[in-house]
């Protein structure tokens, strides 16, 4: 697959202001952890069609999913409290109304036209995906899961952060400008040796490997890295794989993004959501300690590397509908999705 890169000519990136100071010290909001299983949902999801919002079981491949209007909410209000919709399989799925919290969605979005990490995550969900979820055993944390095509990933980004059981992540992870309630909305932010998690490559017995900042180590095969127990790091080529899923290169950025949150001015920046992956605007941390891009762009690590300093990832631009295979230094903090194994 021939990857689309910045050599376009028409990318124009408007840069979130980087902040100065150092990060926060590593193991913040540590929590000891124990080993993982994954529970998942895995029902075919295909571009949801704009349908009344309580149709939310499986959705068909009409075109008309990139029609979806931004501004179609799903009010989420007290009396959904302690309800979820129930899938065809007869799993349990939580609904895209927060059961616990009855958070009221169209009142938080109202008069927003881009990105602020004060909507909760339950807001950005598309409300015509039927989500499975996933409980990360080592911190209790759930995720929403969806499957496209044949791959199962996570619909949200990792907020994973135990340094005491991982000691891949001392240093090597953030939110965004150190704010810990970030986290909450848009998962931390790792740079590559923490995604891989170097420390364990390293242990292992069988196959030691020196991986990370300006080391090539030749990573090959599936890596676990930082993802919960049968779960992993997505390869460069399983990241091709979900682009071809939604269509192509040119035109899945539109339908792996948010349906709001992108840009600050105009929702045309928005996406689609067409097939639950629900990609926010996370932003990064640069490699000199700064922050930037958040509600502009988001980067997500790919295992894969791309010489001794830099490793591929896949990111998304708030203003194209293009999905870039691209790569970027290994000293960036970017998102991490897992994919089932």
């Known amino acids: 697959m021939k990857k689309i890169f910045a050599a376009l000519g028409i990318v124009t990136f408007a840069v979130v202001g980087c902040?100065?100071?150092?990060?926060?010290?590593?193991?913040?909001?540590?929590?000891?952890?124990?080993?993982?299983s994954s529970s998942s949902s895995d029902k075919v999801i295909e571009p949801a069609e704009g349908s009344s919002s309580s149709d939310k079981t499986s959705v068909s491949s009409s075109s008309s999913a990139d029609e979806l209007s931004s501004s179609s909410l799903v009010e989420i209000s007290s009396s959904s409290e302690g309800e979820g919709t129930s899938s065809s399989s007869g799993q349990n799925i939580e609904s895209s109304s927060s059961s616990a919290s009855g958070i009221n969605c169209s009142a938080l979005l109202e008069g927003r036209s881009g990105w602020s990490s004060n909507v909760p995550k339950e807001c950005r969900f598309n409300p015509y995906i039927d989500y499975g979820t996933m409980t990360d055993e080592r911190d209790g944390k759930t995720y929403r899961t969806v499957k496209i095509?044949?791959?199962?990933?996570?619909?949200?980004?990792?907020?994973?952060?135990?340094?005491?059981?991982?000691?891949?992540?001392?240093?090597?992870?953030?939110?965004?400008?150190?704010?810990?309630?970030?986290?909450?909305?848009?998962?931390?932010?790792?740079?590559?040796?923490?995604?891989?998690?170097?420390?364990?490559?390293?242990?292992?017995?069988?196959?030691?490997l020196d991986c990370g900042d300006g080391k090539e180590c030749g990573l090959t095969g599936p890596v676990q890295g930082i993802c919960p127990n049968g779960w992993h790091l997505p390869s460069e080529a399983e990241w091709e794989t979900l682009v071809t899923a939604v269509g192509s290169q040119s035109t899945g950025g539109k339908k792996l993004k948010s349906r709001t949150g992108w840009g600050y001015n105009f929702s045309s920046w928005n996406g689609t959501d067409a097939f639950g992956f629900s990609a926010l605007p996370a932003g990064v941390r640069n490699s000199d300690g700064g922050f930037g891009y958040q509600g502009y762009n988001a980067y997500f690590w790919s295992s894969t590397e791309n010489?001794?300093?830099?490793?591929?990832?896949?990111?998304?631009?708030?203003?194209?509908?293009?999905?870039?295979?691209?790569?970027?230094?290994e000293s960036r903090g970017c998102s991490v999705r897992c994919v089932k194994d």
């Open 307 to 329: 010489y001794s300093n830099y490793a591929y990832d896949m990111n998304l631009d708030y203003s194209l509908d293009v999905v870039y295979l691209d790569s970027s230094i």
């Open 149 to 208: 095509g044949d791959q199962v990933w996570m619909a949200e980004n990792l907020n994973y952060s135990d340094s005491i059981t991982t000691p891949s992540l001392k240093g090597k992870n953030w939110c965004y400008k150190d704010y810990a309630e970030d986290c909450d909305v848009v998962g931390r932010l790792y740079t590559w040796a923490a995604a891989i998690d170097s420390v364990a490559l390293a242990s292992d017995e069988e196959n030691p």
């Open 19 to 36: 902040d100065d100071s150092s990060s926060a010290s590593a193991g913040q909001n540590d929590d000891p952890g124990v080993e993982s």
